[in-house]
């Protein structure tokens, strides 16, 4: 069982649409961060939230922590083909030593 | 400030053999993870150094190990491949020092494939 259920796992989509991804969880997270992944390079990170209820713009990126922090959402404005990849959240629990990661959702945007 | 470096970026290897990969993380970066990925499980946590130690590790068997030097470079080693190691196994630096909880950076990933 995923402690990080992303959602959804697939999204194909056209150049200029927007879109939302999600990042949800039962338990609550001391901090989450998200992460773009290319085909054949490693994740880069994109932001860390910390504050339940927080947000955070990355240009055309809007990402949010829940009031709980026990979720988490990715808004993409005017989506680009350069916005295709796989994107990762990932988020520590003050319970637990390791980072936790979603298994990602995999964004494909047409020009 | 150079990344996080890893080598080799592609290997092929026979079932039965040994494999060394290396990892050198940002300096100044202390704690170096190792991640196994493929397409079916995602990305899965094999273990974390820090200053030399090991200071987690995720539900890999033994035939997957790791150490740290003094430099904080890393390698992992995986005896008596399977098929099933086929994977991309990323190293990822952080400057974590206290909790772990430090943001992740990602070498580019070796490419390992078991035949």
């Known amino acids: 069982t995923q402690l990080l259920e992303q959602s959804p796992q697939f999204l194909s989509i056209q150049e200029g649409e927007n879109l939302t991804v999600y990042c949800n969880s039962s338990?609550?997270?001391?901090?989450l961060q998200w992460y773009r992944q290319e085909p054949g390079e490693g994740p880069v990170l994109l932001v860390t939230?910390?504050?339940g209820g927080e947000v955070k713009k990355l240009k055309r990126l809007t990402f949010q922590f829940g009031d709980a922090r026990k979720d988490s959402s990715l808004h993409i404005t005017a989506a680009q083909p350069g916005d295709t990849g796989l994107y990762l959240c990932?988020?520590?629990?003050?319970?637990?030593?390791?980072?936790?990661w979603g298994a990602g959702t995999k964004l494909i945007i047409k020009p | 400030k150079a990344g996080v470096t890893q080598t080799p970026r592609y290997l092929i290897k026979t079932r039965g053999q040994q494999v060394t990969l290396s990892c050198s993380p940002i300096?100044?970066?202390?704690?170096v993870s190792w991640y196994q990925q493929t397409p079916g499980q995602g990305l899965q946590f094999l273990f974390e150094?820090?200053?030399?130690?090991?200071?987690n590790k995720g539900n890999f068997p033994g035939r997957f190990s790791g150490r740290q030097f003094s430099n904080s470079r890393s390698e992992m080693n995986v005896s008596t491949l399977e098929l099933g190691d086929s994977a991309l196994y990323l190293c990822?630096?952080?400057?974590?020092?206290?909790?772990?909880?430090?943001?992740?950076?990602f070498g580019p990933g070796t490419r390992l494939t078991v035949t």
């Open positions: 990822a630096s952080s400057l974590a020092a206290g909790k772990g909880w430090g943001e992740q950076y």
């Open positions: 300096s100044g970066h202390r704690s």
């Open positions: 150094y820090f200053s030399e130690t090991q200071r």
């Open positions: 338990s609550v997270f001391s901090s």
């Open positions: 939230v910390v504050t």
């Open positions: 990932a988020g520590h629990m003050d319970s637990n030593y390791q980072l936790i």
